[in-house]
């Protein structure tokens, strides 16, 4: 079974400021997901990606398939950016398995 | 589409009650999943169906817990008799396929058992 390690837990930025969140697997993947949750709410995903990068307006997702690593940024972080970000993979037809999560709180 | 659709979106029962959750996945979805996310474990796999048949139960932490798929627009997580420990939030998602990756989320129910 895949190990999904996320780091930092929790991250406290002020606003304006890069913010990068850590994702790393244990083994190969087909792909991976980063989803956002806002306090008391639902699960939007916010990438999917098997390869390189993406880019979403001020958030960026980068995936390293060697080194089994993948990283979230936001940049010119805002509150509105407050929620927990959470890392998940899948191989081929097989569920996804998470990361713990990481809880941001961008502070005005 | 009005995206995957749970009830209730909140359950506060006491224990040793019944408690049954419900799902409606996006039309055309063959996978439907269910997860219950806590503080402590974060979120976790309970059950998942493919083309209506559940494909993997491990993750039902015990036989308290079960969940039917009688057709393929609604599914049932049922727990009986209910503990405190029980108390999380449940979600249930589904994707058109098992090896298509993206997953779509429904708003989850926040059950607490008294």
């Known amino acids: 079974k895949n190990e999904v390690e996320q780091s930092p837990q929790n991250l406290t930025a002020q606003e304006g400021e890069f913010i990068t969140i850590n994702c790393s697997y244990s083994?190969?993947?087909?792909?991976l997901h980063w989803l956002q949750q806002h306090p008391g709410g639902g699960i939007v995903s916010l990438f999917m990606l098997s390869s390189g990068k993406k880019k979403h307006g001020r958030l960026i997702a980068t995936i390293n398939i060697q080194e089994k690593h993948s990283s979230l940024h936001i940049t010119a972080s805002h509150p509105r950016d407050s929620a927990v970000y959470i890392c998940?993979?899948?191989?081929?037809?097989?569920?996804?398995?998470f990361g713990k999560g990481t809880r941001l709180s961008v502070i005005a | 589409d009005a995206g995957v659709i749970q009830s209730p979106r909140h359950e506060v029962t006491e224990m040793g009650q019944e408690v049954t959750l419900r799902c409606k996945p996006i039309s055309g979805h063959n996978s439907l999943f269910w997860y219950r996310q806590t503080m402590m474990r974060g979120l976790e796999l309970l059950i998942y169906f493919n083309n209506n048949v559940p494909i993997d139960d491990s993750g039902m932490p015990e036989d308290r817990f079960s969940a039917k798929m009688p057709n393929a627009s609604f599914s049932t997580l049922k727990i009986q008799p209910s503990e405190p420990r029980d108390s999380a939030v449940y979600f249930c998602?589904?994707?058109?396929?098992?090896?298509?990756?993206?997953?779509?989320f429904g708003p989850g129910t926040r059950l607490t058992v008294l």
């Open positions: 998940a993979v899948t191989s081929g037809n097989t569920p996804l398995v």
């Open positions: 083994v190969g993947i087909s792909a």
């Open positions: 998602a589904s994707r058109p396929g098992l090896t298509y990756n993206e997953q779509f």
